[in-house]
Structures are given as structure tokens and as C-alpha cells.
């Protein structure tokens, strides 16, 4: 019922009805034909349960130890756990391309089914984009790296999986990273599918918005998660290494976070028109091209994906199609949309168009950094690496301007604004800011990140009292405080908690560069001590796990002479892959992480001591406490009546009066 | 004016994503023949002796080394430029302490404070003989370095008869080391 063979069927057949959904309703549509173009939400939601029910054949070949099909028995053993073997499907190459298409799918089933608000022939053409699409990828999985592949004989046992792999963390991260890359398909569609028509306008803008927000609240998530992964898993006390991998979903963010916000412009304003358009055909294509970098192997990356050239043919084929052929039909639709919109550079408009400014910089700086190194090679032969100090003294910068125009941008008004009365309004928060930037150089040192830190409590400051300043509070009664509250849009609230989230997490980013950490070989019961606090090295002993050998150590921490914790930091040997972990231990009080590895033994008897790293890292949680803000903030004006509803309805029955 | 501001927004995009693309094609095509190694270095002074440095060693880790200590090995020693903030660095530590049982291996921290590349040898087990700091990357230039890690082969006398700029492990050891320890 759920073999691999069904499997392998199930997604041929999907393969098969991408392809359809591709292609009727765009005929349909050329020949204004409502029955062909009607067929796409079917066809849609049809591939759906197709992939759906190839992925759950995957499954089920891991849960049921199935080694006969190549990817588990390379992936998987019967002692793996349960919920490892479940995650574990979309922890290899094959996998994670079925997940992948999978998520399309859905992108695809979610516009049929909440999509009835827009206009037949766009919500036609929007499917058969991503009919498009998902066929290639498909046809990829199919061709080049099929899941079901068989073995024969079958091995008795699989061979397992990286144990640094085996981590909850680990196993939902990219499931969501992926609903954040492959949901940028959608914007990038009804890019698409606008340019064939010919047409943007306000209600496209409305209709575009809620599927790049909801896109960008998992690509937040994804980022923020795999970012903690790095940080307690990896035991190096860092969190972000400027690294191909971690870029590739960084630059889809920038652009992606650029479009959220040119989006608000064509829909209030119909300004911003053409670049919105093609922010949206960037953003996508640059979620494409970071899986195509990552696993062509053209990238150096500790993310080692298995890298076949081979393969990064095909998926260059592909790219070369949906992104070629995007930027080409943009090349030649885009001058013919028009723009409405004057703008006064005081304005709403003015500061967001600031904001896409700022932010396609510091994506521009880290493409040029993660792309320099491959092009040098290339062209003069030299090998170099870009690392850390580039991208930290070129993006950091452009940051500052960013964080001050967050502050200042939700309070100006659209159209034409008035210097001196908007910051009237930000009188408050602007003194905030001052004690907070006495706070800084009280506890922070360096020149930027005291910068960043009083700009972060300015950012945070100026929402909130945006926020309040529009419910009424000090100058209107309790009850009208409460009506105002009602009233107040959803996504008014959705875009200051955005903002509070990313000053949370600058504020994180500052608190790190302040971390102070300590490598030091010591006997059982000798005390270190690191910034003010005292650890003790009280015991360590061994134990034996299910599948590896441990080195537990008991690391005792006392500020004042008053104990704050005990850390049981381990380090495991997993024996089947000869491969060893360090177990971090991490004590958070939310201002503050111990962060403790216990490393090497050293000497026998007496004389035996043992190599401890302790770290200290000031608001390391909000960083990622921040992103989920942020991601909240978004959901939250995802819920707003005003995205859910689309356009007035008048929009929709002119736009069908065209079609 | 307008016009031609379109027409740079729109070509622009076109054009940047052909370029990428081509290169993108043809380091897939040269990979495939072999001809481009996106980990492989040319380095101008394999069979040549090794220049003269002296550098300081690491706090906790022992003195540094000079040319003329390396010269006067007996063995052949493989010399390990590294550093504690690149990537391929920590990923290349298992296979250097598995070389490190066949042959020595002399590490050199390269553009690192002292204090983070000792905590960074010491974290799983030092696979070094001996390490050195080059703490501005001087040492580096003479040896015709241009990013970490990368790897000398220094036959006993001071030539350099071999060099690596990807990431060492047992494969490469055996595969490009190994046959020319025996011809020493």
C-alpha cells in the first residue's frame, strides 16, 4: 500500500499532472477559455495528494526499515529512533528535493483553496507557474536523484545517520526553512503571472502581500533556528559563520524582507510597481539558486550536501529556465506597467523606499561576498576566502541607517509629511534612545556596537510609542483607549512587533560581541574564573548511551560565592560512525548564557585534567527570541481582516470585465 | 530620461543573471573535466626550499619554530597553515589527527590571535607536533598562502615537494601523500 514502487508512481504521476496544470490553464487563458482555466485549482490540489502520497511512501519505507531502497539504507539503521527515522527522510540530498517539491505543492493547493477571492484568469496563470515549476523539480527528483531508488541484495542494516543530525532542532529546521524558500514561489508567480497580463496595480499588491509575509515569517523562523542549531549543537559558541549555506538563506531574506515592504507601497500608492515585480522574480530565484549552489558543490561549505556536478547541470538547466525566462518576459512586459505614484521623499513611501534601498545593499554586499570567491577562481585562477571581517565591516554600516529609519518610518504619514510634527511624535522615544545609549557605553565597548544597541532601543521605542501614540494613550479615556485597541489594524500591530522583534535581536547581536569565553585545562575541583563568576570543575564520569560512550563533566558555577548552577556538559562517542559530538550544557536566564564544553582528557591517576571551554554570552537569547518576534509580528498582520479579505470587490469585477 | 531608466531597471537584472549563469556553466563543465577544482590552489613554490622565517608559538602550546628547525628534521613534516575563524579549518581537524599518527604535522595560525587559534587546537586534541603563530600572516606571504588551510609537504633538507589547499583527510593522505613519503 505505501511500497517504494507506489512511492515512485505517485510521484511520476504528480510529475506528470504539473506538467498539465502548467500547461492548460495558460492556454486556457490565452484563449479565454473559463472551463480550461477552472481546471487549474483541480489539477492543483490533485498534484497535492499525488506528492502528498509519495512522500508518506518515503516515510514509511524509513519507519519500516525498508533497506532495499537506496536512501534509507544509506540513511537510516534500525537503531535509529523513531521520530529520527521520520526526520531523517528529509535529512539527505533525495529527500529534502521530495520535501521540497512537496511544499510547492502545497504553495500550489494553498492558492487554490484560499485563493477564490482572485480573479479566475491570475489565479489560473498564478497555478500554472507553480505547475511549472514543481514539473521541473520533479522531473529532477525523478531523473537525477530518485528517493526510491532500489538496492539488491538489500543490506541486513542501514548505515546510519550523522549523529550531530540526530537533534530536534535539526530535524524541524528544514522543513521550515524550506516553507520559507519554496513560499516565495507564490509572490514570485503572481509576478509572473502580472507581467503576461500586463498589469499591476493595487489589488495586485493586496493579493501579493499576505503570500510574501507568511513566506517570510517561516524563511525568519528557518533562519533564527538553524541559527540556534549552530549555536548549541556545534558547541563553538558562535552562531552565524558567514558561510555559503547560511548566506544562501540570507539573501532570500534581504530581498524577501525588501518586498514585503515594496508590496505595502503598490498597494497603497500603485508606486514601486516594476521593482516590486522584480523583487519578487529576484527573491525567488535567489531561494532557487542557494539550493542549486549548496548542492552543486561549486560553494566550499561545512554543509556538505553529497555534490555531483552532474547534477548541478540539470538544476542549471532549470534555473536557467525559471530564471531566465522570468527576467526575460520581465525584460520585455515591465516598462509597459506604469506608475501612478509622486513621491516626496518625506514620506511613508519615502522611508520604505529607504528601507528596499538599505536592505538590496546589504544583499548586494553578500552576494558579492559569497560569490567573489567561486568568479576569482574562475576568471584569474587565485583561490581566496571572504570571511567574517568582510561581511561584518560591510554590512554593519549599511545596518545603522537601516535601525535609524525603522524608528522614524512607521510615523511619517503617506503622501507628504511634515518634518517637525513627526518628530513631535518622537520626542519619547528619542529620549529613550539617549538613555539607552548611555546604557551602551556604560556596558558595551566598541564603537559599533554601542551604535547598534541605542539604535536597537530606539527602533524598539519609536514602535512602541507609534503603537500608543495611535491607540490614544494620554489623550484619550480608557474606554477610548479600548475602541482605539479594537480598531487599530492588525497589521499596524503585526508591523511594530516586527520591528521590537528586529531590535531585540540587533540588541542580541550586540550582547554577543561582548561574549567572553575562556579555554582552560584543569584537576577535578579546580575553580576558573571568567567575568566575575567561579567554575568549578566538581566530577566527570562516563557513561554508556544507546548507540555511543559518554565523558559527562559537572562544571558547578557560583557568582559571589552563591551557587547559580550546576552544568553538565558531555561529550559523546558514537562508535558506528567513529564520529564525536560535544553535548553543550547552557544555563539562560534570559539575560545571560553559561555556556560550558567539556573537551579533552589529559594525564592519568592524580595528574588527570581536563580541557574546559566556558563561555559567557550576554543576551545571546534574544537573537533568536527576536526572529520569533518578528515572525509573530508578521503572522499577527497575516491575520489582518484587510489581507484575508483582498480587494474590494469592485477591483475584482473590473479586473474580470478586462480578462 | 524615464525610458532609458526602465531600460537599465529591466536589462540590468537580465544580464547580471546571464553572466552569473554562464560562469556558473562553465565551473560545472570544467569540474566535470577536472580542469576546475573549486578547492585546488596553484602554488609557485612546490620544488623550491622552503623560505626562512621565525615565528613565536601559541600560549600553552609550546615555542614556535624557525626554517632552519624545520630544515634539520629528519623526517618529512607536513605544515599546516590554519586559522580559528575559517570553516574548512574545523572541518579538516579529524583528518589531520588521523594523519598525525602516520607522519608530523607542524601547524601554523594564520592572521589569528594567539588566544583563539591555542583554544581552537586544544578543543578535540591538538594534532600538531609543534604549532607556531603568524600573527600578521607574514610568514604566509613567503610561503605563497592565500587561504586556510592549506598544506606543505617539506621533504627532510627543506624543499617543498608537495602543496594542498583543500581540506586534508585519509583519502587525500594516501592518495597524494603517501606515494611521495616513499620516494624520500
Redesign the interface.
Known amino acids: 500500500m505505501f511500497g517504494p514502487e507506489q512511492g515512485h508512481f505517485a510521484l511520476a504521476l504528480a510529475c506528470v499532472l504539473a506538467l498539465v496544470q502548467f500547461a492548460v490553464p495558460l492556454w486556457g487563458a490565452n484563449r479565454r477559455d473559463a472551463r480550461l482555466v477552472g481546471l487549474a485549482p483541480y489539477l492543483a490540489v490533485s498534484q497535492l495528494i499525488a506528492l502528498g502520497y509519495s512522500f508518506l511512501c518515503l516515510v514509511m519505507c524509513a519507519v519500516s526499515d525498508d533497506f532495499s531502497v537506496q536512501n534509507v539504507a544509506a540513511n537510516s539503521a534500525v537503531s535509529k529512533p523513531l521520530l529520527y527515522k521520520i526526520t531523517g527522510v528529509w535529512g539527505n540530498h533525495e529527500g529534502s528535493v521530495l520535501l521540497w517539491t512537496l511544499i510547492l505543492a502545497v504553495c500550489g493547493g494553498a492558492v487554490s483553496l484560499f485563493g477564490r477571492n482572485l480573479p479566475d484568469i491570475l489565479r489560473g496563470r498564478v497555478l500554472a507557474i507553480l505547475g511549472g515549476v514543481s514539473a521541473g523539480f520533479q522531473m529532477f527528483c525523478l531523473l537525477t536523484s530518485d528517493p526510491f531508488d532500489r538496492v539488491f541484495p538489500a543490506p541486513m542494516d542501514g548505515q546510519g545517520m550523522n549523529p550531530l543530525l540526530q537533534d530536534p532542532g535539526l530535524a524541524f529546521h528544514p522543513p521550515i526553512l524550506y516553507t520559507g524558500y519554496v513560499g516565495f514561489a507564490v509572490p514570485f508567480a503572481f509576478a509572473v503571472a502580472a507581467l503576461i497580463e500586463g498589469r499591476v496595480d493595487a489589488a495586485w499588491g493586496r493579493w501579493v502581500r499576505p503570500w510574501a509575509v507568511a513566506a517570510w515569517c517561516f524563511l525568519t523562523c528557518g533562519i533564527a533556528l538553524g541559527s540556534w542549531w549552530s549555536y548549541y549543537v556545534l558547541g563553538w559558541g558562535g552562531y552565524w559563520f558567514w558561510d555559503p549555506v547560511e548566506n544562501a538563506s540570507l539573501i532570500p531574506w534581504l530581498t524577501g524582507t525588501a518586498l514585503v515592504h515594496s508590496a505595502i507601497v503598490v498597494e497603497k500608492r500603485e508606486g514601486l510597481k516594476i521593482w516590486t515585480v522584480l523583487l519578487a522574480i529576484a527573491t525567488f530565484s535567489f531561494s532557487l539558486s542557494g539550493t542549486f549552489l549548496v548542492r552543486s558543490g561549486i560553494l566550499n561549505s561545512v554543509h556538505a550536501f553529497a555534490n555531483d556536478p552532474a547534477r548541478g547541470v540539470f538544476i542549471l538547466a532549470l534555473l536557467a529556465i525559471v530564471i531566465g525566462g522570468s527576467l526575460a518576459l520581465f525584460a520585455w512586459r515591465a516598462p509597459s506597467l506604469t506608475s501612478t505614484g509622486l513621491f516626496s521623499p518625506i514620506s511613508r513611501e519615502g522611508s520604505l523606499v529607504l528601507n528596499n534601498i538599505l536592505l538590496c545593499s546589504i544583499c548586494a554586499v553578500v552576494v558579492t561576498g559569497t560569490m567573489y570567491p567561486p568568479f576569482m577562481q574562475l576568471l584569474a585562477g587565485r583561490t581566496i576566502s571572504v570571511g567574517k571581517p568582510f561581511f561584518d565591516a560591510a554590512t554593519i554600516p549599511l545596518t545603522l541607517p537601516l535601525l535609524l529609519a525603522m524608528g522614524v518610518g512607521t510615523a511619517l504619514p503617506w503622501k507628504r509629511a511634515q518634518l517637525a510634527r513627526t518628530f513631535s511624535h518622537l520626542y519619547a522615544a528619542a529620549g529613550i534612545a539617549a538613555i539607552g545609549l548611555v546604557l551602551c557605553f556604560w556596558k558595551l565597548s566598541g564603537v559599533l556596537p554601542i551604535a547598534c544597541g541605542a539604535l536597537a532601543i530606539w527602533v524598539i521605542a519609536a514602535s512602541a510609542s507609534d503603537v500608543l501614540r495611535r491607540i490614544g494613550i494620554g489623550h484619550t479615556s480608557a474606554q477610548g483607549v479600548w475602541e482605539r485597541m479594537k480598531h487599530l489594524p492588525r497589521s499596524s500591530w503585526g508591523a511594530a512587533l516586527a520591528h521590537i522583534g528586529a531590535g531585540i535581536t540587533v540588541l542580541g547581536l550586540c550582547g554577543m560581541s561582548q561574549a567572553q569565553h575562556a579555554i582552560v585545562e584543569v584537576h577535578i575541583g579546580e575553580t576558573r574564573s571568567l567575568a566575575g563568576d567561579d567554575w568549578t570543575l566538581l566530577d566527570v564520569h562516563d557513561y554508556i548511551g544507546p548507540n555511543y560512550k559518554a565523558m559527562q563533566a559537572d562544571i558547578a558555577i557560583r557568582h559571589n560565592g552563591k551557587l547559580v548552577t550546576i552544568l553538565h556538559p558531555e561529550k559523546r562517542d558514537f562508535t558506528t560512525q567513529s564520529q564525536t559530538t560535544t553535548e553543550v550544557a547552557i544555563h539562560t536566564n534570559f539575560i545571560t548564557d553559561l555556556y560550558g564544553v567539556v573537551g579533552d582528557r589529559h594525564g592519568t591517576g592524580k595528574d588527570t585534567t581536563y580541557v574546559l571551554r566556558l563561555h559567557r554570552n550576554p543576551l545571546a537569547p534574544w537573537m533568536w527570541l527576536g526572529g520569533l518576534v518578528m515572525a509573530i509580528g508578521g503572522a499577527f498582520s497575516l491575520s489582518d481582516r484587510r489581507m484575508r479579505i483582498g480587494a474590494p470587490k469592485r477591483a475584482a469585477a473590473r479586473n474580470m470585465a478586462r480578462a | 530620461m524615464n ?1 532609458t531608466r ?2 537599465i ?3 540590468v ?2 544580464i547580471g ?2 553572466v ?2 554562464v ?10 573535466s577536472g580542469a ?1 577544482d ?5 602554488n609557485p613554490n612546490v620544488g623550491k626550499p622552503i623560505p626562512s622565517f621565525a615565528m613565536p608559538g601559541l600560549p ?1 602550546l609550546g615555542d614556535g619554530f624557525t626554517d632552519a628547525e624545520l630544515r634539520a628534521q629528519h623526517r618529512p613534516v607536513l605544515v599546516n597553515f590554519f586559522a580559528s ?4 579549518c ?2 579538516e581537524m ?1 583528518g589531520l589527527r588521523a594523519i598525525s599518527r602516520n607522519m608530523p604535522i607542524w601547524g601554523i595560525a594564520y592572521e589569528d590571535k594567539p ?1 583563539n587559534a ?2 581552537f587546537v ?4 591538538s594534532p600538531y607536533a609543534r604549532v607556531a603563530s603568524d600573527r600578521h600572516g607574514r610568514v604566509a606571504i613567503d610561503w605563497g598562502v ?3 588551510p592549506e598544506s606543505f609537504l617539506v621533504a627532510p633538507g627543506g624543499r617543498i615537494i608537495w602543496h594542498g ?1 583543500a581540506a586534508l583527510d585519509p583519502q587525500i593522505y594516501e592518495a597524494e601523500i603517501r606515494p611521495r613519503l616513499a620516494g624520500l
Open positions: 525610458a526602465r531600460g531597471l529591466t536589462a537584472p537580465i543573471a546571464g552569473l549563469g560562469g556558473f556553466w562553465r565551473m560545472l563543465s570544467d569540474m566535470r576546475f573549486p578547492r585546488a590552489i596553484k600553552g575563524w575559517c570553516i574548512p574545523v572541518a579529524p588566544e591555542a583554544g586544544q578543543r578535540d586534541g592565500t587561504g586556510v589547499s
